[in-house]
């Protein structure tokens, strides 16, 4: 891959992920996503572009993660042929801004096209990966509320069930759940939005 350009004096790369990576890899994971640590790198099953934005001295600044699903509907929302599923994307903080996850995505899409797929599918739960998100061009197509259901036990996981929303696991769906959202109070749920970009 080796696409390089410099930021201010650091010459930075875009390249796939190599095993020796993983020590910083996890760190720099762990500066970005501080809800979910990580012991190990994830691997996938599928065919996967696993990409990092390094520094010269090898620093990770980023990542990117992109499987392309077994079947239809397998990973994605949307089960509109084999697409490509971004299970991490992420950027340090004093590196973000300067199109860095772009550039990796569009490294991403390229290598998807490669291999015949023609779309990819990104979920965000933050309010700057949304904006990200429809700033590289991506389109909205779905939107959830999470939880985890074990913090409200049963009699919540009946109530929503009874109000016609189908907990899948700790997932919600929010169109329904928002038309009862009077009867509950959810501290710390998540909204998940769902983007797809085509090509
Ligand atoms: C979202 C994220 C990946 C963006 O990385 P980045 O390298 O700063 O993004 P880019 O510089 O490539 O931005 C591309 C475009 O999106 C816009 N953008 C990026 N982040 C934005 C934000 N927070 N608000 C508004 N716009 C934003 C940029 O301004 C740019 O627009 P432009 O090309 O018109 O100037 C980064 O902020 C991040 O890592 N966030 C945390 C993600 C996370 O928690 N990941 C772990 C779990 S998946």
């Known amino acids: 891959m080796g696409l390089s350009w410099r930021r201010g004096g650091t010459r930075l790369v875009i390249r796939h992920y190599e095993p020796s990576d993983e020590p910083d890899w996890l760190v720099c994971h762990a500066l970005i996503d501080r809800r979910r640590q990580l012991d190990v790198k994830p691997t996938y099953a599928g065919r996967s572009a696993e990409l990092v934005a390094a520094s010269e001295e090898g620093e990770i600044v980023g990542f990117l993660d992109v499987e392309i699903e077994s079947e239809p509907g397998a990973l994605c929302w949307r089960a509109d042929g084999c697409s490509g599923f971004v299970h991490e994307l992420g950027v340090l903080r004093e590196y973000r801004q300067h199109g860095l996850a772009r550039r990796m995505v569009a490294a991403g899409v390229q290598w998807l096209r490669g291999q015949g797929v023609r779309r990819l599918e990104l979920w965000a739960t933050d309010d700057g990966m949304r904006a990200f998100a429809e700033q590289i061009g991506c389109r909205r197509i ?28 700790y997932f919600v769906d929010m169109t329904r759940l928002q038309t009862e959202r009077s009867r509950f109070t959810l501290p710390g749920d998540l909204v998940c939005t769902g983007f797809e970009l085509s090509w």
């Open 142 to 169: 779905a939107e959830y509320r999470q939880f985890d259901l074990r913090h409200y036990g049963a009699k919540v996981e009946r109530l929503l069930r009874q109000s016609g929303s189908r907990p899948a696991l």
